[in-house]
């Protein structure tokens, strides 16, 4: 496995790779790998040839109050998790490679960077979408795999690549969970053992509005009541948002009957955590 640090280097890889014939898959991480992470992984082998891993934790993406300086950086451990799966490259650039101390040029999908997670954190999905482009030109992906646990980034990150023409197949992958229902998160890890416990009413809210959908309610406002009334019942949480919504437009929807998304986010203690549940179409 090769590790890159070098924004020219991982370019001249690419182009090799290019002329070689080989199909790039890509996977975009801030570290601090989880088996959530290594799913996506393995979800890239299946799709090409080689496999890219980034590890950049993006200061674009972290508002001024926000745990930048705190995201857990685990890059040895996190290579050495990666050469297991088998992965061909790690690119792992500083943020000057990235950002030159004199660029100016930002991505911004207008309309959907201001929806769920870019509402409560400004300016959050346009440093998303900034840098994936970015990495999108560096490392010349045929394809890209993401969580689905990142329900609006993918929203966001589809309609860049739609709306760009870029050309690359946006592969989503499931979320994956702990064995009791919690999503993985690299977040987890600043949870107290009281808090991961009382974080759990997320998936609980989610399970039963599924339930309440797969049994014939339609109505989107009486399952996010429901949800909401789970949630409430954890005095601990502190809800951003639960929204049941288009998971293309991120608009909010009446009626589940076509399919939709129910995305939530809240706060425990010091840490904010996301879910969601995609509702099938009827």
Do not use: W
Not at 72 to 82: E, M, N, S, V
Not at 109 to 120: F, Y
């Amino acid at each position: 496995m090769k590790v890159i640090h070098d924004v020219q280097e991982m370019q001249s890889v690419s182009r090799a790779a290019a002329v070689q014939g080989l199909t790039v898959g890509f996977v975009p991480t801030m570290g601090a790998l989880h088996e959530g992470h290594l799913s996506l992984v393995r979800l890239a082998r299946e799709h090409a040839s080689v496999v890219v891993v980034s590890i950049f934790v993006n200061p674009l993406q972290f508002g001024p109050t926000e745990d930048f300086e705190q995201y857990p950086r685990t890059l040895d451990a996190d290579c050495a998790r990666l050469q297991g799966e088998g992965v061909d490259i790690v690119f792992a650039p500083s943020a000057a490679q990235m950002y030159p101390s004199d660029a100016t040029t930002v991505v911004h999908v207008e309309g959907l960077s201001d929806k769920l997670d870019g509402r409560s954190r400004p300016g959050h999905f346009r440093g998303v979408s900034t840098v994936v482009a970015k990495l999108f030109h560096i490392v010349q992906p045929a394809c890209a795999v993401f969580g689905q646990k990142d329900a609006a980034q993918v929203a966001v990150l589809r309609r860049m690549v739609r709306d760009l023409n870029m050309g690359i197949e946006l592969i989503i992958a499931p979320i994956v969970r702990e064995a009791d229902g919690l999503a993985l998160s690299s977040r987890n890890a600043y949870l107290t053992s009281e808090q991961r416990k009382q974080a759990l009413v997320l998936h609980r809210a989610l399970e039963q509005i599924a339930a309440l959908a797969a049994s014939g309610e339609r109505n989107a406002s009486k399952l996010r009541a429901t949800a909401l009334a789970v949630i409430s019942s954890e005095p601990a949480a502190q809800l951003d948002y639960f929204e049941i919504i288009d998971p293309n437009t991120l608009e909010p929807l009446a009626d589940v009957t076509h399919g939709a998304l129910a995305a939530v986010a809240a706060t425990f203690g010091s840490t904010r955590l996301i879910d969601n549940i995609l509702l099938a179409a009827v």
